[in-house]
T-cell receptor
Framework: GAGVSQSPSNKVTEKGKDVELRCDPISGHTALYWYRQSLGQGLEFLIY????????KSGLPSDRFSAERTGGSVSTLTIQRTQQEDSAVYLC?????????????FGPGTRLTVL | AQSVSQHNHHVILSEAASLELGCNYS??????LFWYVQYPGQHLQLLLK??????LVKGIKGFEAEFIKSKFSFNLRKPSVQWSDTAEYFC?????????????FGAGTRLFVKA
């Protein structure tokens, strides 16, 4: 597609349930990032994939969060046993290389609400 | 660890006023610096970036930013704002291999321009 797409656009779930959020990066982009955007908190880095290298998971807030990237393309962010504090907009971005000065292209985000 | 501080969370200006949004980062080594903008209902998009050369960087829509290494700053400026500049602005830094190639974002500044 022309840009980064994410699904679902909105997700409402009950506390304790698991959720999966999907990101389709721009075709050919080797780097993929997940961020969490909470009101007043800016963009919190979660995880970074670059090509076939081991992902940088240093931003994942707890072991309830995990992500994978299959075939170097689509990525899924999974949150197990969701908590109310997980409510936020989850953003995915991709860039053409993992270098430091490459523009990141962002998706529209998934708004997660945990009741 | 690298961090980014944006001094103003909310700014309200009248049209034609001058704008300066502050951004300071904590990392002392070589950095690449970015400003992203999120217009209402739209994706985050790159406004401008600095990675080497002239420390005064010009971006889209008349924005510019100046990298002052001695002050660890990368402030965003625009001489005369328009109503259409109403948006949220994010400063970001990437410290390359030393920082794990992660891009760290500030908390954002919400700008409202009164017509």
């Amino acid at each position: 597609g022309a840009g980064v797409s994410q699904s679902p656009s909105n997700k409402v779930t009950e506390k304790g349930k698991d959720v999966e959020l999907r990101c389709d990066p721009i075709s050919g982009h080797t780097a993929l990032y997940w961020y969490r955007q909470s009101l007043g908190q800016g963009l919190e880095f979660l995880i970074y994939f670059q090509g076939n290298s081991a992902p940088d998971k240093s931003g994942l807030p707890s072991d309830r969060f995990s992500a994978e990237r299959t075939g170097g393309s689509v990525s899924t962010l999974t949150i197990q046993r969701t908590q109310q504090e997980d409510s936020a907009v989850y953003l995915c971005a991709s860039s053409s290389r993992g270098g430091t000065n490459n523009e990141q292209f962002f998706g529209p985000g998934t708004r997660l609400t945990v009741l | 660890a690298q961090s980014v501080s944006q001094h103003n969370h909310h700014v309200i200006l009248s049209e034609a006023a001058s704008l300066e949004l502050g951004c300071n980062y904590s990392y002392g080594g070589t950095v690449n610096l970015f400003w992203y903008v999120q217009y209402p209902g739209q994706h985050l998009q790159l406004l401008l970036k600095y990675f080497s050369g002239d420390p005064l960087v010009k971006g889209i829509k008349g924005f510019e930013a100046e990298f002052i290494k001695s002050k660890f700053s990368f402030n965003l400026r625009k001489p005369s704002v328009q109503w259409s500049d109403t948006a949220e602005y994010f400063c970001a830094v990437n410290a390359g291999r030393t920082g794990g190639f992660k891009t760290i974002f500030g908390a954002g500044t919400r700008l409202f321009v009164k017509a």
